[in-house]
Nanobody, 124 residues
Framework: QVQLVGSGGGLVQPGGSLRLSCLAS????????SGWFRQAPGKEREGLAAMSSDDGSTYYADSVKGRFTVSTDSAKKTMYLQMNGLKPEDTADHFC?????????????????WGQGTPVTVSS
């Protein structure tokens, strides 16, 4: 049974940084591509980043490219989203997710598994 538990969100000032973590269980990172998406009140869900498990290739939404970095640590069974240069428009619930494939060619529109939302608020 795949389980994902997100953490690391909070309140940060514009320009600040946060690192979101997602502790995973019930699967092997080798068999899944991982990613992150977010949902802000009144807005559509937005895919942020994805990472293939076979070659580590990554994809980012234009809105976060150059500011966010996705990574995984198989030994710790944890996914990370390092967020730098945060902006008020980054305020949203952030979710980690998994897709049942080794390689992705972009940010998935749908994830097979996802964790609970981790709130991020960027405000002065």
């Amino acid at each position: 049974q795949v389980q994902l538990v997100g953490s690391g969100g909070g309140l940060v000032q514009p320009g600040g940084s946060l690192r979101l973590s997602c502790l995973a269980s019930g699967f092997s990172f080798n068999n899944y591509a991982s990613g992150w998406f977010r949902q802000a009140p009144g807005k559509e869900r937005e895919g942020l980043a994805a990472m293939s498990s076979d070659d580590g290739s990554t994809y980012y939404a234009d809105s976060v490219k150059g500011r966010f970095t996705v990574s995984t640590d198989s030994a710790k069974k944890t996914m990370y989203l390092q967020m730098n240069g945060l902006k008020p428009e980054d305020t949203a619930d952030h979710f980690c997710g998994l897709v049942r494939m080794h390689h992705v060619l972009g940010i998935p529109h749908e994830f097979d598994y996802w964790g609970q939302g981790t709130p991020v608020t960027v405000s002065s």
